[in-house]
C-alpha cells in the first residue's frame, strides 16, 4: 500500500485558483507514476492529469487543458496540481492516484490502471 494524502481543497469564487497536493506518505514517490481524477456529484469518476515518474511528461483532459497544471517533487514525495481559471463545473472531489511504473515517460490516463488511491479533496466553485 501507498498511502496518498490530498490536502489544498475548499471553497473559492469562479476565476480563482486553487493548488492542490498529494503526499505519499513512507514510500518514494518516483517509482509512481501519479494522476489526477475528479468525481461530481451524480457523474462518474473522470481522468483530470496525469505526470510520469520523470515528470518530463504530462497528460490533460481537454476539459482542464491551458488552465491546470500537474507537477511534481520527487524529494518531498508530492504531486501538485495548480488549478487555475477555475469554473463551476471544476467543482467536485479530487483523487489522487499512484501507479507503480517501470516506463519513466508513462502517463497512464485510464482509471483501471492506477494501483492506489487517496480519499479525495473536495473543491467547490462557486460562480
Known amino acids: 500500500q501507498v498511502p496518498l494524502v490530498e490536502s489544498g481543497g475548499g471553497l473559492v469564487q469562479a476565476g480563482g485558483s486553487v493548488r492542490l497536493s498529494c503526499a505519499a506518505a513512507g514510500r518514494t514517490s518516483r517509482q509512481y507514476a501519479m494522476g489526477w481524477f475528479r468525481q461530481a456529484p451524480g457523474k462518474e469518476r473522470e481522468f483530470v492529469a496525469a505526470i510520469s515518474r520523470s515528470g518530463s511528461s504530462t497528460m490533460y483532459a481537454d476539459s482542464v487543458k491551458g488552465r491546470f497544471t500537474i507537477s511534481r517533487d520527487n524529494a518531498k514525495n508530492t504531486v501538485y496540481l495548480q488549478m487555475n481559471s477555475l469554473k463551476p463545473e471544476d467543482t467536485a472531489v479530487y483523487y489522487c492516484?499512484?501507479?507503480?511504473?517501470?516506463?519513466?515517460?508513462?502517463?497512464?490516463?485510464?482509471?483501471?490502471?492506477?494501483?492506489?488511491w487517496g480519499q479525495g479533496t473536495q473543491v467547490t466553485v462557486s460562480s
Open positions: 492516484a499512484a501507479r507503480n511504473s517501470v516506463n519513466l515517460d508513462y502517463t497512464p490516463r485510464v482509471e483501471s490502471e492506477y494501483d492506489y
